[in-house]
């Protein structure tokens, strides 16, 4: 396995995966894939099978990094948001393609992701999920912020916010 950041040639694959791991109403379209790889693809991390171009993608995270301390539903398809210098990077999504789950992979791409960014000199990561998961991400060291303002999907959405 090997992790790497994304190319506009995978955006197709990424969006694929996308809709198969949430329902249509919080999934990320393709056009906004396209759009967020377009605009911040290294805060696209990608776990592939191996380091080949035809290598299988396995999971993903990915968001953009902002001085914005909270997740607001604006930001899931306005990359014109991004700020390379961000004091906190988002995370709008934590995919894993589902015959790759229950393996690990997504843990090891987070632990990934939060190393990447405390190098990077951020202040730390906020994302948002649902009540079944709040638990698996705190044992990454997110605290529950409680409910989030976000109606994305017209879902209840925990905040959970890791800071360095």
Same mark, same amino acid.
């Given at each position: 396995?090997? =992790? &790497?950041?994304a190319?506009?040639?995978?955006a197709?694959?990424?969006a ?6 949430? @329902?249509? !109403? $919080?999934?990320?379209?393709?056009e906004? =894939? &396209? ?8 805060c ?6 191996e380091?080949r @171009?035809? !290598? $299988?993608?396995?999971s993903?995270i990915n968001?953009f ?9 604006d930001m899931?398809?306005d990359?014109s948001?991004?700020?390379?210098h961000?004091d906190?990077q988002?995370?709008f ?11 690990g992979?997504?843990s090891?791409?987070m ?11 951020r ?10 998961l709040?638990g698996?991400y705190?044992?990454f060291?997110?605290v529950d912020?409680g409910?989030?303002?976000s109606?994305?999907?017209?879902v209840v959405w925990?905040?959970?916010r890791?800071?360095?």
């Amino acid at each position: 396995m090997i =992790i &790497r950041h994304a190319t506009m040639e995978d955006a197709g694959t990424l969006a694929a995966i996308e809709g198969r791991c949430f @329902p249509a !109403a $919080e999934a990320a379209s393709p056009e906004a =894939i &396209r759009s967020r790889v377009a605009s911040y693809p290294e805060c696209f991390w990608l776990l592939c099978t191996e380091d080949r @171009p035809d !290598a $299988e993608i396995v999971s993903f995270i990915n968001g953009f990094a902002t001085d914005q301390p909270d997740l607001t539903d604006d930001m899931y398809d306005d990359a014109s948001q991004h700020d390379p210098h961000g004091d906190w990077q988002m995370i709008f999504g934590v995919d894993t393609a589902p015959e790759f789950q229950h393996h690990g992979y997504a843990s090891l791409l987070m632990r990934h992701v939060i190393d990447d960014v405390r190098a990077a000199g951020r202040k730390g990561l906020v994302l948002t999920c649902k009540d079944r998961l709040v638990g698996f991400y705190a044992r990454f060291g997110y605290v529950d912020e409680g409910i989030s303002d976000s109606t994305h999907g017209d879902v209840v959405w925990h905040q959970m916010r890791l800071t360095f």
